[in-house]
């Protein structure tokens, strides 16, 4: 595709349910980003791929979050038992090669997601 | 800790005047991007400066990078109502193999008809 997608774009979900946040990123870009948003702040980093393997995951909160990325594209982020805490846009992102390099970094339009 | 923080959180001016951002950061990076979020959806990249650079211009931005201090700015020039968005600095971290990019909180910039 042209852009980053994210899907889905809005997600209201009930306390302790699971859920599957999607990215698909742009053709050929090896490497695959996920970011926090919670309202009215910055980004918090969540994890980074790079091919299918994950150099950097030190930004997952805590072990009910999860992600993979499988064939060098789509990457899910999974929240099990989700928290109120949670609700937040998660922003994916995804570049040509290394935010360290100087590529720029494409962002999606985010999932948002509500735990009621 | 914030890798970048920018100052001021919010700054309100009228159409026509220049707008100026500020970034500081704490470790050594490699190069600082700026981005453009509208309205808390996907962020668009505006510019990018790397270590070795000092100044740089896109069309009505001009980006200024101090390694020694450790901060750089924004300065959007003859703002217009369009401008009105909230920017963040975005750097990486020279050291280790790490790709990702660390995101300031931003400035939240209003500009009025």
């Known amino acids: 595709g042209a852009g980053v997608s994210q899907s889905p774009s809005n997600k209201v979900t009930e306390k302790g349910k699971d859920v599957e946040l999607r990215c698909d990123p742009i053709s050929g870009h090896t490497a695959l980003y996920w970011y926090r948003q919670s309202l009215g702040q910055g980004l918090e980093f969540l994890i980074y791929f790079q091919g299918n393997s994950a150099p950097d995951k030190s930004g997952l909160p805590s072990d009910r979050f999860s992600a993979e990325r499988t064939g060098g594209s789509v990457s899910t982020l999974t929240i099990q038992r989700t928290q109120q805490e949670d609700s937040a846009v998660y922003l994916c992102?995804?570049?040509?090669?290394?935010?360290?390099?100087?590529?720029?970094?494409?962002f999606g339009e985010g999932s948002w997601l509500t735990v009621v | 800790s914030q890798q970048g923080e920018e100052d001021p959180q919010a700054l309100s001016i009228q159409e026509g005047e220049n707008a100026t951002m500020n970034c500081s950061y704490k470790t050594s990076i490699n190069n600082l991007q700026w981005y453009r979020q509208n309205s808390g959806r996907g962020l668009v990249h505006l510019i990018l400066i790397r270590s070795n650079e000092r100044e740089k211009h896109s069309g009505r931005l001009r980006v200024t990078l101090d390694t020694s201090k450790k901060s750089s700015s924004l300065l959007i020039t003859a703002s217009r109502a369009a401008d009105t968005a909230s920017y963040f600095c975005a750097t990486d971290v020279s050291s280790g193999n790490t790709g990702k990019l660390i995101f300031g909180q931003g400035t939240t910039l209003q500009v009025k008809p």
């Open positions: 992102a995804s570049s040509l090669g290394v935010a360290a390099s100087g590529n720029t970094i494409y």
